[in-house]
């Protein structure tokens, strides 16, 4: 049931992007969408974490100068089609201060369950107003994310 509202939203956003100038008039069916979800088990979405298992990351003052580069070999092969360093859209946000915009575990949350969060997270849903695209799911493991967040952080000036 909820995959299948998932999919619903997708096809729905996919059909708001392509056609941006129609999308109020259909405004009423995407947030009685968003109210089923929210019924259908999360009626508390928290925007500072997100949704997913991360919770809590421990970052280490100090850059882990061998995760980051991990991170960055990730970054080129996955995310820099979309993603600029600088703060430059390109067709995602670029990515200059987004680790110290969210917390380690939105951040972790969001790249390894982007579908789930695109459909909850206010500030993801103002993203997507502007970029016209959902960010596809990169099948990242748990390590990616983290590598790819030391690698963000090493960007934001961490060292
Ligand atoms: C096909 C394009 C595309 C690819 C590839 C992509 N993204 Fe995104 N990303 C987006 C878009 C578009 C958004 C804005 C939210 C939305 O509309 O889904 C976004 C948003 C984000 C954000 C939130 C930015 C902010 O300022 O709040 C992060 C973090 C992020 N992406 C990380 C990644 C990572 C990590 C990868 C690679 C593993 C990646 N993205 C690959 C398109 C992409």
Not at 10 to 28: L, Q, T, V
Not at 93 to 104: A, D, E, F, L, M
Request: net charge negative; glycine share 6%.
């Amino acid at each position: 049931m909820k995959k299948l509202i998932v999919t619903s939203i997708i096809a729905f956003s996919i059909y708001a992007c392509s056609n941006p100038g129609s999308e109020n008039k259909d405004g009423s069916s995407q947030s009685k969408v968003n109210k089923e979800l929210t019924a259908d088990g999360n009626p508390s979405y928290d925007p500072k974490r997100g949704e997913g298992k991360f919770e809590n990351i421990e970052l280490p003052a100090t850059l882990d100068v061998a995760m980051a580069q991990s991170g960055k070999q990730i970054y080129e092969v996955k995310c820099a089609s979309c993603h600029k360093l600088s703060d430059e859209r390109l067709v995602g946000p670029g990515w200059k201060g987004v680790s110290t915009k969210h917390k380690p575990e939105w951040i972790m949350n969001f790249i390894t369950n982007p579908d789930a969060m695109i459909d909850q997270d206010p500030e993801l849903q103002a993203q997507l107003e502007i970029c016209l695209v959902r960010m596809p799911d990169q099948n990242l493991s748990d390590d990616d994310a983290r590598h790819l967040l030391e690698f963000m952080r090493q960007n934001d000036g961490v060292q």
